[in-house]
C-alpha cells in the first residue's frame, strides 16, 4: 500500500471518531430523557405516585454491576485488535458477550413485568420511567447485535477495517456503560 | 494541468480515473458514493422542497391580501402554514446548507477526495428524501400537520387534533432527525479527519469552521427534538402521560424540549450562511478576511451560546421572571460574536478592492438584512417588549429577516459563486443581479410593513382579518412583495437553467478563489484532486509556489495515491498524515436501506407496529449486506 512511503503519525481512526460523536449525540438524548424525569418530578407532589410500589433496588443493580463490569473484557478485546492479536480479542468479545446477553435477557424480561405494574398509561411517573428505562436496554441491544457481529466477522481473519469496529464498539460500550449507571441511579432515586 | 502531461503523469491520472469511476446512468445515482453527486441530489431535491414551501407561502400571501379573503378555508390555511414552517427549515434550509452546499464544497475545500463515510453520506440523503416524500404525501390524504411549525401542545394532542396530520409531522421529523444527525456527524468526522496535509486549525477555511459549528449544533439540538416528538407520539398513539396535566405532565415540557433544539437550530440555519459569506467576500474584495482566528471564534461561539437561550421564546408562558432575566441576559451575549463577524465582513469589504457582482451583492443584501433582523432581535431580548409584541407580526417580520434574509440570501449568493465550479459554466451577470435587485425588493416588501401590523396589533397565524383595522394596505404590499421576491427566484432557476446549457466555459477559477476548490478543474474529476494538495496558509489557491510544487509531485508520484480508491486521513489538531483511508466503492445497500425505514415509518403510522418492526429487522439486514463489503477487500 502507498501508506508504506508516507511519514505516518499514529492517531485515531475516522471509524473511532464517527462513534465518538454518535455517542455524543446519544448521551445528549439521554439528557434529554433524564432532564424530562427530573422537570416532571417537580411538578408532582407524589413521585412515584403513592398507590404505586417503589421500584426494585436489588436485580437491577446487581445486573448493572455485571454489565459495567464488562467494560474490562471490552477494553481488553480493543487493546487487542490494535496489537493483532487476533484470538485474545475473540475470546474477551466472548467474555463480554455473554454477560451482556445475560444482562439484556434478564432487563427485558423484568421490563414487562414493570411495563404491567407500572402501566404508562397510568401516570407521567410511569410513562418517563418506562420510557427511560426502554430506552437504556434498546442501546444494550444495539451493543449486543454489534459484539455478535464481530464475534462473526474477526472469527476467520483480522483486518484494519475490523479492528477498527472493535475499537468504536468498545467505545460505545463504555459509554452505555455510564448510561445504565445513571440510568440505575434515576431508577433507584424514589428510594433517596 | 492535463494539458499536455507526459505520459507517466497521464498514467497515474488514469489510474485514478479507474479508481473513482462510477457506473454510468440512472442506477449509478442510486447506488453513488461520490459526495459530488450526493450534493447535488440534496441540491436538487431541497429545490423542489423550497418550491413546495414557496407555493404554500405564496398561496398564504394570497389569502391574507385583503380582509375578509376566501381563496383558501381555515383548515387548508392551517395545514400550509404548518407545512410552509416545516418544509422551509427542516426540508430545505439544514439540507441545502449542510447537505447540499457542505457535502459538495466541505472535502474540496479541505482537500478531499470524498467525506469520511462515503455510504453513510449515502444513506442520509436517501433517508432525507424518504422523509419528506412521508411528510409531503400527509396532502394526499388531506392530513397535513396542522399545529403549527412549534407543534405546540396541548393542541397537538389527540383530543383537539384527532386526524394524523400531527402523527405525520411527529413521525415525520424523528425521521427527517436521524438524517440530519448522520449528515452532521459525517461533516463533523471530514472536518477532524480529511483535511489535507498541512491544514492544521488555523489554516481551516471560515466556511468549514461555520460548518463544524452547525453541525455540532446539529449533533447536540436534535435529541431534545427527536425525544420531544417521541414523547408525543407515546402519548397520542399509546396513551403515555407527558404533556398533560391532570396525569401528572405538563404541557410546557414540550415548549422546554422544542425551544432547546429549536434556538440553536437558529444558528444552525444562519451558520452556513455565515460561512457562505466568509467565502464570497475575501474573494470579490480581493483581500483575506480581517480578523481570521476571531471570526472563526466567534462561529463557535455562536453556537455555543445558542445552547442557553431558548427560554426567550417562552417569555409569555408564566415562567418565574428571575428565570426569564437569565435568558435575557444570555440572548444579548449573542449581539458580541455577531457583530464581530457584521464588522469583520464590512472591515474585509473596505480594505479590499471590491467588485460588485451578483455573490457579493447577495452579501451584501444579507447583511442589511442580517443587521435589521438582528436589531429586531435585540428588541425581544427586552422581556417587557417580547411580552407585548409576542404572537404578533412582528415576530414574522424579525425572523424571516433572519431566516430569509440572512440565511437564504447567501445561500443565493452562493449558488452563484459555486455555479462556475459545479458546472464548468458561467452564470449570466446581468440576469443574476437583475434576480438580485427583485429579490432584494421582494424581501423588503414582504417582511418589512410586518412590523408594522405586527405594532398595529395584527396576531400570527390567523388565516383573515376584519375590515377596517387599519391593516388592509400593509397586507396588500406584502403580498405583492411575496410575487416580486418569486419572480426574483423564478429568475435565478432560468439564469441555472440557461447557462448550465449555454454559459460560457468558466475555466478553473474564473474569480480567483482563495480556497482549495478553485486548485482543481470545473467540474472537479471524481478524485477531486490529482494531488492532494499540502497547505501552508488559510488561502492556498493564492499560494501559487506550493501549488506548482503539487505539479511537481504529480511528475514525482507524491501523494497521488493511485493504488486505490484512496485519501489521507490526518490528524485532529495540526493536519499530519496518520493513515490512508481506503474509501468503499459505489454501493446499492444505502438506498436499500433508507427504503426499509421509510417502509416502518409508514407502518408506524399506521399502528402496524409489529409489521413495522419487521420493516426495522429487514433494515438490520441491508446493514449485514452493507458491512459484508469491505473497503479494503477491493485492493486485495
Not at chain 2, 418544509?87 to 430545505?92: E, K, L, R
Not at chain 2, 453541525?215 to 402521560?241: M, N, V, W, Y
Amino acid at each position: 500500500m502507498t501508506a508504506a512511503t508516507l511519514p505516518v503519525r499514529h492517531a485515531r481512526a475516522k471509524g473511532w471518531w464517527g462513534m465518538a460523536v454518535f455517542v455524543a449525540t446519544e448521551a445528549t438524548l439521554f439528557g434529554t430523557l433524564v432532564g424530562t424525569y427530573i422537570y416532571l418530578r417537580f411538578h408532582n407532589t407524589h413521585w412515584p405516585p403513592a398507590r404505586l410500589p417503589k421500584p426494585p433496588v436489588l436485580t437491577p443493580s446487581l445486573l448493572t454491576a455485571a454489565l459495567v463490569a464488562t467494560s474490562i473484557p471490552m477494553f481488553v478485546a480493543s487493546r487487542a485488535v490494535g496489537a493483532g492479536r487476533r484470538e485474545v480479542a475473540w475470546r474477551a468479545l466472548t467474555v463480554a458477550f455473554a454477560v451482556q446477553v445475560f444482562y439484556l435477557v434478564w432487563q427485558l424480561h423484568d421490563y414487562v413485568d414493570a411495563i404491567h405494574r407500572y402501566p404508562p398509561q397510568e401516570s407521567a411517573w410511569a410513562s418517563v420511567y418506562v420510557t427511560l428505562l426502554g430506552a437504556a436496554h434498546a442501546h444494550v441491544l444495539v451493543g449486543v447485535l454489534l459484539n455478535a457481529w464481530f464475534l462473526v466477522r474477526i472469527w476467520s481473519r483480522l483486518t484494519r477495517y475490523r479492528a477498527v469496529g472493535v475499537q468504536a464498539t468498545a467505545f460505545y460500550w463504555h459509554a452505555v456503560n455510564v448510561i445504565t449507571l445513571v440510568v440505575l441511579v434515576v431508577q433507584l432515586s424514589p428510594h433517596l | 494541468m492535463a494539458v499536455a502531461a507526459p505520459s507517466r503523469e497521464r498514467a497515474r491520472i488514469e489510474a485514478l480515473e479507474r479508481a473513482w469511476l462510477e457506473r454510468p446512468g440512472a442506477l449509478g445515482w442510486l447506488t453513488t458514493v461520490d459526495h459530488k453527486r450526493i450534493g447535488l441530489l440534496y441540491f436538487w431535491t431541497t429545490l423542489v422542497f423550497f418550491a413546495a414551501g414557496g407555493i404554500e407561502a405564496l398561496l398564504m400571501r394570497t389569502q391574507l391580501a385583503q380582509s375578509g379573503e376566501r381563496v383558501i378555508g381555515p383548515e387548508t390555511y392551517d395545514q400550509l402554514m404548518t407545512m410552509h414552517g416545516v418544509t422551509m427549515i427542516f426540508f430545505f434550509i439544514i439540507p441545502m446548507t449542510t447537505g447540499a452546499f457542505g457535502n459538495y464544497l466541505v472535502p474540496l475545500m479541505i482537500g478531499a477526495r470524498d467525506m469520511a463515510f462515503p455510504r453513510l453520506n449515502a444513506l442520509s440523503y436517501w433517508l432525507f428524501l424518504g422523509a419528506g416524500i412521508f411528510m409531503y404525501s400527509s396532502f394526499l390524504v388531506h392530513q397535513a400537520p396542522n399545529a403549527g411549525w412549534f407543534d405546540y401542545v396541548p393542541l397537538a394532542l389527540r383530543r383537539y387534533d384527532g386526524g394524523a396530520n400531527v402523527d405525520f409531522y411527529a413521525l415525520g421529523l424523528i425521521f427527517n432527525t436521524v438524517s440530519s444527525t448522520i449528515g452532521a456527524l459525517n461533516l463533523i468526522v471530514t472536518i477532524f479527519k480529511l483535511r489535507a496535509p498541512g491544514m492544521s486549525w488555523n489554516r481551516m477555511p471560515l466556511f468549514c469552521f461555520a460548518m463544524l459549528a452547525a453541525s455540532l449544533s446539529l449533533i447536540f439540538a436534535l435529541p431534545a427534538l427527536t425525544a420531544d416528538c417521541i414523547f408525543l407520539e407515546l402519548q397520542r398513539k399509546l396513551g403515555f402521560h407527558f404533556f398533560d396535566q391532570a396525569h401528572g405532565g405538563d404541557p410546557l415540557l414540550w415548549q422546554h424540549l422544542f425551544w432547546i433544539f429549536g434556538h440553536p437550530e437558529v444558528y444552525i440555519i444562519v451558520l452556513p450562511a455565515f460561512g457562505i459569506a466568509t467565502s464570497i467576500i475575501p474573494t470579490f474584495a480581493r483581500h483575506r478576511m480581517v480578523a481570521f482566528p476571531l471570526v472563526a471564534m466567534a462561529e463557535l461561539l455562536v453556537a455555543f451560546i445558542g445552547f442557553g437561550v431558548w427560554a426567550h421564546h417562552m417569555f409569555a408562558t408564566g415562567i418565574a421572571t428571575t428565570t426569564l432575566v437569565f435568558f435575557a441576559a444570555a440572548s444579548m451575549l449573542v449581539v458580541i460574536p455577531s457583530t464581530i463577524q457584521i464588522y469583520a465582513w464590512l472591515m474585509t469589504v473596505n480594505v479590499g478592492t471590491p467588485q460588485f457582482r451578483a455573490p457579493l451583492m447577495f452579501i451584501g443584501g444579507f447583511i442589511l438584512f442580517f443587521v435589521i433582523g438582528g436589531l429586531s432581535g435585540i428588541m425581544f431580548a427586552a422581556i417587557p417588549f417580547d411580552q407585548a409584541t409576542t404572537d404578533t407580526y412582528f415576530v414574522v417580520a424579525h425572523f424571516h429577516f433572519i431566516i430569509f434574509g440572512a440565511a437564504v440570501f447567501p445561500l443565493l449568493g452562493g449558488i452563484y459563486y459555486w455555479f462556475p465550479k459545479v458546472t464548468g459554466r458561467m452564470y449570466d451577470e446581468r440576469l443574476a443581479q437583475l434576480s438580485f435587485w427583485l429579490t432584494f425588493v421582494g424581501t423588503g416588501l414582504t417582511f418589512f410593513p410586518m412590523h408594522i401590523v405586527g405594532l398595529l396589533g395584527m396576531t400570527r397565524r390567523i388565516y383573515t382579518y376584519d375590515h377596517g383595522l387599519g391593516w388592509d394596505a400593509y397586507n396588500l404590499v406584502e403580498t405583492i412583495g411575496g410575487f416580486v421576491l418569486a419572480a426574483g427566484l423564478l429568475l435565478i432557476g432560468i439564469n441555472i437553467v440557461l447557462s448550465y446549457r449555454r454559459g460560457v466555459p468558466s475555466g478553473r477559477d474564473p474569480f480567483h478563489g482563495g480556497t482549495l476548490e478553485w486548485t482543481t478543474t470545473s467540474p472537479p474529476p471524481h478524485y477531486n484532486f490529482a494531488v492532494i494538495p499540502t497547505v501552508s496558509s488559510p488561502y492556498p489557491n493564492w499560494d501559487e509556489a506550493d501549488r506548482e510544487e503539487d505539479l511537481r509531485k504529480l511528475a514525482r508520484g507524491e501523494l497521488v495515491l493511485a493504488d486505490g480508491h484512496e485519501t489521507p486521513e490526518t490528524t485532529v489538531n495540526d493536519g499530519a498524515i496518520s493513515a490512508v483511508a481506503e474509501m468503499p466503492p459505489e454501493s446499492p445497500w444505502p438506498v436499500l436501506a433508507a427504503g426499509t425505514v421509510t417502509a416502518a415509518f409508514f407502518l408506524l403510522l399506521t399502528s402496524h407496529y409489529a409489521t413495522a418492526g419487521m420493516a426495522f429487522a429487514l433494515m438490520l439486514l441491508t446493514l449485514v449486506g452493507w458491512n459484508l463489503h469491505e473497503p479494503e477487500e477491493g485492493v486485495g
